[in-house]
């Protein structure tokens, strides 16, 4: 009997040995492959846990045969959940590999600051609109690009004329003028064309927009004190890519885009043409156009070559030329005389040309050229009087980057030349405005990256305009990466501004008895500028809910800065640009949360902007900058068949050049799309609370023949639907990163 009792228990003790099991995990990321020491494994209705050691390796024992649920979380990665049968067959180590909750930043590429990083590794802050955000503003206004940048925080489009809806771009309260905007890293858009360069470029052949908040001189040179704009064109994918897009508005516009791309295998071409028109609308009955008459064409073919590896180049033209008449929207209509009534017409026309190369001498060396011309007429006629002039711009850039363990360099050199010709007309109190600008530039970058956790990107730039001196501009950012969730960006940089006829100021006086800048009284405005940020991003509920924070300072002091004077000369009263003895600086906050929930998103802004003129003992605040500005925008996609949108923007009452103070308001809007496999229609509802300045306060004193305009601060053209159709016959490349 003890024999049996003791022969049993031996038996029973071997099955209980061979149902236990032993299983080792190595965890991995899953683009490096490196191991990922300190995740944790659980499996899910047990007490088994483990972490992983240096090697990534995890080890559990004692663990029954059965069916389990293995459950791997690491900081900064997306959990993920194996389901296990107990014991395995014919493996030794489970295979696991986890996706960084960055991943998705991984292929955004930054085209703006010449290297070859990525944005999440880049130390300068770079705002970033492209794919479904793209796509979005371009169906509430395909003809032009003030929605894509209007309705990010910091960002503002600004109306300088009531009638023909010229507008600039004020980032972080500052003019127009601080503003530089560039198309693929060639500043086209500055001087006599800057007020109607928003309204003539279109979104449909952009690929991506970058931002740049704060002093970035140091990149393009002169102009970019308040930051910069850099829109980024497609290019040629493998396959056709064919977007026909039609859009008409309840404000009896009309839009009629096309874009074509095709990649062979040594070139390709991208094709852009456009048709944009609207005729005179006045939603407020005053007899003033809120939206102007006006028809636009534009062509813009690019061709790409990639003869081998090694070397690449493309050439690009556009052409576009409009009509555009604002004012009495009778005299417009043909109803009464033109001549006796008050309107504002600009006919204008623009052509560029642009030439890039990138020769790859070997893994770590590369040479860039890149140039362009880009002409610029414009007639501006009003009652009684007309202005009219040539812009040429020719820039050229030839730049060196090589690449030595955690150094990227890029050193390299280019020339500005722009030349304005305006003959004047005394008769007309016209001066000669006409000048010309030769700048002369050498920079150098260095990009080190000290370790995972911390990267400075440095530069230094000294441009010499040979008509005003000379500007040294160094700048420097650094990007701290604490944890996977959380990283911060800090930077600083000087910036210049040489002195033109065209500021926001005098294009509200249609450059009337305005005197040309004179060398022996302007200066170069100069600034300096910092920026600091956090940005917080995780996941909750095994990612099914993510959460990114995003909190901005910044602080721009620019000195000197140009402003124009009434000189009341009893004679010969005339307008004068003077640089003050004095500064202008802005501080403030930027918040932004995004929240996604499955097929929901929610994007909160916030804008705290305090921006501030310094003259003598006197402190004023800056006219037509809202200290309070919020960005809310909710968004439900269904991926491939549905998106809805509903937006409201908040702006806080602005202070106006007249001593008094406009009042705060609302806009509300609402887009849907649905999406087919070759085809989608979308409706947007814009400014559905039909929330205008003529509304609340007027927009002009005097007689209407003859109005003098006051600052237009809120919308004008009020609620207006627009909606259209898509075609896209070989699929949607809209979204791709």
Known sequence: MKIFTLLSFLIFSTISLYSQNSVISKITDSKT??????????????????????????????????????????LGYLPIEEKIILPLAGIDTLLIKLTSIEEDLDEIEVASLRGNRTIKDEPTRVEFIAGEELEEKANMKPGDIRMLLAESTGIQTQQTSA?????????????????????????????????????????????????????????????????????????????????????????????????????LKKSGITMYAALNGNKAYDPANIGLTAIPEFLRYTFSPRFYFYPNKKFKANLGFSIIEENRKGGNIDAINGKISLPEYYYENNKTKRYTSTFETNFKLNSKESIRFKSSFSYFDRKLSEMFYKFEGEQKNLFTELNYSYISGKHEWIAGANYLFENFNNPGNPILSVYNLSYHLNTFGVFVQNNFKINKKISIESGLRNDYVLEFGNAILPRISALFKINPLLTSRVGAGLGYKAPTVFTESTEKTSFSDLIPISKTINELEKSYGFNGDLNYRTYFEKSKISLNINQLFFYTRINAPLYLFFIEDPLNPYYQLKNLNGFIDTKGAETNLKLSLGDFKLFLGYTFTLAELHSNTLKTPMYLTPKHRMNNVLMYEVEGKWKLGLEAYYFSSQKLSNGNTGRSYWICGFMAEKLWEKFSVFINFENFLDV??????????????????????APLDGFVVNGGIKYFPFGDKCCKK
């Open 692 to 713: 205008r300045q003529t509304k609340f306060d007027t927009i002009y004193t005097g007689n209407i023949s003859n109005p003098d305009f006051k600052d237009i601060y």
């Open 33 to 74: 492959s490196e191991p990922l020491p300190g995740a944790v494994l659980i499996i899910k209705k047990t007490n088994f846990s483990a972490i992983s050691n240096i090697d990534g390796l995890v080890s559990l024992n004692n663990i029954p045969n059965g069916e389990y649920i293995f459950y791997f979380k690491l």
């Open 163 to 263: 009638t023909s809806a010229n507008s600039s771009i004020r980032i972080q309260g500052l003019d127009g003028r601080y503003t530089q905007i560039l198309k693929d890293g060639f500043p086209l858009y500055s001087g006599f064309s800057g007020s109607l360069g928003l309204l003539q470029t279109p979104p449909l052949d952009l690929k991506q927009a970058e931002v740049i908040k704060g002093s970035s001189s140091t990149l393009f040179g002169g102009g970019a004190i308040a930051g910069m704009v850099n829109l980024i064109s497609k290019t040629p994918e493998d396959g056709d890519d064919l977007k026909v897009f039609i859009n008409g508005t309840s404000a009896k516009g009309l839009d009629i885009n096309g874009f074509y791309a095709k990649k």
